[in-house]
C-alpha cells in the first residue's frame, strides 16, 4: 500500500458516525462499488454532490465483460439488455447525415471485430454475453435502486468531500450538506470515485502522467425525430467531414442524439442550433435542443492509486478518452469488481490488510495498458504529435480489443507461483487457465442445467475440478480458513457443450483450478498433487493474504 509519508491524526470523535467504508462520487465506478460492497454485506455510505443523475448520455458502449460484472452483480437481462446476437456498432464518415456519406470507417485495426461474443471464440473461453448499449444517464439510475435496495448502503445526494484526515485506526472525513453545515464521516477506508477532476485524488497530492489534455469539447445534445429514417441502417456513429465543420454525432437508442464540437471558440444557443443544423443537414428538421455541455479529452494515469487507507477507482484514478474499445467507464467498473471483495475481506478480519496493496499492482498496469493501446491506434495516434505530456511508447503494438478486455494478465502479491515470462494480454483462446487471468467460460452443467461457468464466480472462493475428490479436500481445508467463503463445483459436461473444461482451464482430469470472488483464477494444480490440502491451504492463505496465516 502506498502511504503518504506524514498522515495527519484524525480526531476519532466519538459523536463522528461510524461506517466501514466511505465512497466519494456515485457515478457507474462508485456504485458498482457500492453494489459490490452490499452484496458482501458490508455497510458504507455513498456520497454524491449531485441532487440528480446528470442528465446526458456520456459512456454508451457497455463491453461484454462489463455485463459479465453486472450479471455477477444481479443484474439480468430485465435490467441491463444485451445486443442482438452479432450486433456490431457502425461508423460513417458523412457530409451530413442527410446529405452525402462517403464511407464506412472500420472499427477496428487489423484484428478480428469485438465483441467476439457469438461463433466460434465465443465457445471457446471469450464470453456467453454480448455488450450492451445504454447511456449512462439510463443505467445509473439502474444501479442506484439495486443500492437503495441493498440496505447496508446509505446514500446521501446533494453532499459534498470537503476534506480528510487518516492515521493507521481510519478515515475521518468532512462533508457539507445542502444546507452548507459540515458533518464528521469515521470510517475503516475511503473510496475516491468522484471523477477525473478528484478532489479527494488532489487532497492526498497525488499526480498524474500521460498524454494529457488532447482537446476539449463541446457536447450540444437534441431531438429530431424527422430525422429516424436516416438512422435505420444500422449506423449509429457519425464523423462529420466538412470544409467548415467537423465534428462526431451519435445517435442513442432513445431517440436522442449528441453533436461534439471542438470547445475552440465561444458557443451561443444560435451559433449552436446552426450547427446542428450544418451536421444533420437540414435547416428545416425540427430540433428540439435538450442541454449542452462541456468536457476535457483527457489520457492521465494517477501516480497511485492508493494513499494510506484512500482508493482511487474510475476516472478518480485513470481519465480515458472515448474510444472504439470502450475503455473509460468499462474499465472503473473492473476497477471497482476488483476492490470490493477485498475491502470487505479486510473489513471482515479474514484478510490482512496487505491484500489491498494488489488492486495497485493489479489494476495499475490495466490502466496503463489501455491508456497506450488508444494512442497506438488510428483514430489518436496523430494527436501524439505537439500536445506535450507522456505518449505511448513508439511502435505500441496495437492488441486485438478482445485481448485487452478479456485477456489482461493481473500480476501480484495475490497470484501465488505465478508463471513467468506470459505476455500482459492476449486473446481468450490463447490462455490457457493460468494463474492471473480472467476465468474462462465455458458451458458446464451444474445440478442439471446448464450454465456458464463465469455465473459461478461471485462472492465466493470457488474451487473447480471435474475430479470428485477435490470435494472432500475442499471441505478439509473450509475447516482451516474459518471466515472464507470457500465452494466446490464439480464439472460435468455433456458432449455437445463445446470445448472441455480441462482444455480450456489448462487442467488434468485429476487437477483443480482456484478462482477469485472477481472471476480471477489464483492457483492452479494441473494434476491432483501431493498433499492436496496442504497445497490448497497455501495457496489459498497467500492469494486472500488470510489474517493469522501469513
Known sequence: MSNNSELSKPNMNSSAERTPVVIIGAGLAGLTMAIALGRHHIPAVLIERREATLQHPRADGFTPRTVEILRALGFGEDLVPEHEPGFQLRRARVESLTGKWFEELA???GAKPTPASTGADAEYGASPYSGARVPQDILEPILLRRVEQLGTIHVRRHHEFVSLTQDDDGVVVSI????????????????AADGHRSRVRESQGIGRKGHGVVNSVKSVLFRAPELAPYLQKGFTQFTIDQPDLKGFLIAYQDGRLV????????YDAELLQSLVQKAVGSSEAKLEILGTSQWDLSALIADQ???????????AAHSLPPNRGGYGANT????????????ASVVRGVSDPVLLETYEEERAPVAWLRHDQIFARSDFKTLQ??????????????LDDEAVEFGQLYRSRGIPNQETGLPDARRPREWAGQPGTRAPHVWIRVQGGRVS??????EAWVVLSDNPDWASIVAQVRDQVNGLDLKFVGVEQDADMGPRFGIVFGLAASGCTLVRPDGCIAWRTRELCEEPVAALTQALVAAASLKGQQ
Open 332 to 343: 472503473g467498473v473492473a476497477d471497482a469488481h476488483n476492490l470490493a471483495w477485498k475491502l
Open 259 to 266: 453533436l461534439h464540437l471542438p470547445n475552440n471558440r465561444e
Open 305 to 315: 492509486f492508493c494513499s494510506g487507507r484512500v482508493y482511487l477507482v474510475g476516472d
Open 176 to 191: 457539507k450538506g445542502p444546507s452548507g453545515a459540515t458533518s464528521t464521516l469515521h470510517a475503516d477506508y475511503l473510496v
Open 107 to 109: 472499427w477496428n485495426e
Open 385 to 398: 504529435q505537439g500536445q506535450g505530456g507522456d505518449t505511448a511508447q513508439p511502435g505500441q503494438e496495437v
Open 453 to 458: 461457468s463465469l455465473s459461478l464466480f461471485q
